[in-house]
Each structure stands twice: as structure tokens, then as C-alpha cells.
């Protein structure tokens, strides 16, 4: 990311904070020359801003309800990180074959669907403490590899540790919370769709979720009910129309905006760099948008 920033408004030691205004510039400079993707953009800006924040501090949310009205540099690459597609391979320690937790789609849509929530006005809440899993394998990832002078602490060890520095806040179940419908989610998806639609050009496969997603775009549209985590899901999440080989949602398409911060060519012409690892030279491949989240299924094709 550093690489692509001195064209926005932080530059690349991160010296200037990010607001919600720097924020919808720098996307606003990657969209495709299109009146129509703009406004969309515009229009999902508090939306996506809600994203941006919520990912920026978690998993160390502390309320959910009171987000930052300005984001560090670091903290801006920890949320385009998580929200590019990249959620399966954040917390892998890759010097260490100790087990990790896996994040499914299922638990990838529930953070999502936390971004927007609030808790259910109709019903008494009940709280829980954020779990552990999280915070224990950041912990495992960045921990130092020093084989010889310093032992690696495996996941049982790194618990009492996550614990001391995680959220002390209780958190509302799941259950608790609802979004509304009219709020964040219909501008969310307007955009999103409208972006699958442009990138179709260069990745026929997603076809079915710009279907999919569009009987969601109508259905919202339609609601006037408090959206559920069990309607969100059903609604946004596993397309039972994909081929079984890629299990998408609309995280594929949030993954294709926030892929802008990482590519800036993506939506104009269709191209992804693949940086690596330090020191391993550049490539680029043509977009396969299922494969934002799938590292390694690449099969656009290098260019």
C-alpha cells in the first residue's frame, strides 16, 4: 500500500491522518470514468466509512457504537486488508505450523453485518465478551521467530495474554442486533452491484452473483422490517447458484472495492498486481474477482 499512497491524501509514512473526506476522495480516483459509479460511490460513502472503522480496531472493538472519526495510516491498512480479502491468511503463522482458528464465510458476514448493527430496541439484551480466537492469532502471527534464542508460544500459552489485552467490553449476541434496511445496506449494494456489473468485462464467472445479489438489492428495496443476522445471511450470503468450487457473497464485491487501495487499475482496465513477499518482483495477472479472497487461484493468467 505504501507504494500506491503518495497519491492520496496521507502520504506514505502515514503523517496525515484519514477522514471520512480524504477517504471518499481517494476512492472517487479509482472508480471507472463513469457519472453514474460516482454517485453510487457518493451515496455509500457513510456506509463503507462504517466498514473502514469498524475493521480498523478490530478485534479490539470497544464500542461499537462510538467509531473513529478520523483513522491512523496503520490503522487504515488493517481495515483494507481484512475487507480486500484477505481474512484467511491475515493470522496464519507462517514459521509456525500451530493451529489457527478458520474463518468461514459464516463468521466473515457476522463481523460485516457488526459494522452496521444496533442493538434490537424491542428486546432486553444480552451481552457476551468478544472470544479470543482473534486476538490469539494476531498474537501468534506477529509474535518474534527465534528458533534458537527465544521458544514459540503455542496458543494455549498466548491465551492469557490475548485476554489481558482484549476487549474488557461486553459485546451484544448476535441475536440482539438488527440493521436497517433503508440505513447503510441499500447504498452499500447499489454500489457493489453496479461495480460487479463493470468488472463482468473481464471476469464472466460472476454472473450469478451479480444475480444473486441484485434479488438482494430488490428485496431490501422492498423491506421495511429491521434486517436480522439470519435475514442478512440469507440474503447476502452463500449464493446457492455459484459452482460449489467458489461459495460467493457479498463480500466477493466488498473485496472488489477495497481492492482499489491495492490496485489501482482494477476497475479501469481489469489488471491486479500481485506484490509478494519483500524483495519478489511484481506481476500482474487479469481480475478474477472469486479469487480476491482465494490467494493462489489466480487463473486469469499472468500477464
Known sequence: ????????????????????????????????????????????????WMLTTYFAQWPFIRSAS????TLTFPALVRAVAFLSGRHSTLFVNWDEEDAHVVRTDQLVLEYIFRAFATVRSTEEETATYPPLNDVIDILNT????????????????????????????????????VISSSGALVPLLDLCVLLLQHAIKFDEEITTLIEYLEVAQFKLRNNTAEVSFEVFTEWLGKNPNQHPFFDSDVYDAIALLFNTFLNLEILTDGVMTHFGSPGEKERKH????????RPGHTHGGWL
Request: net charge positive; aromatic share 6%; glycine share 2%.
Open 1 to 48: 500500500m505504501t507504494k500506491i499512497f503518495p497519491y492520496s491524501k496521507a502520504n506514505v509514512l502515514g503523517t496525515e491522518n484519514w477522514d471520512v473526506h480524504s477517504f471518499e476522495s481517494f476512492l472517487l480516483m479509482r472508480m471507472p470514468p463513469d457519472v453514474k459509479c460516482r454517485a453510487h460511490l457518493v451515496a455509500a460513502i457513510p456506509s463503507l
Open 66 to 69: 462510538n467509531m473513529p472519526t
Open 142 to 177: 506477529v509474535q518474534p521467530v527465534e528458533k534458537i534464542l527465544t521458544p514459540i508460544l503455542d496458543r494455549a500459552k498466548l491465551a492469557p495474554i490475548a485476554a489481558r489485552i482484549s476487549s474488557t467490553v461486553a459485546i451484544p449476541e448476535v441475536s440482539d442486533l
Open 286 to 293: 487479469m481480475l478474477v474477482v472469486f479469487a480476491l479472497r
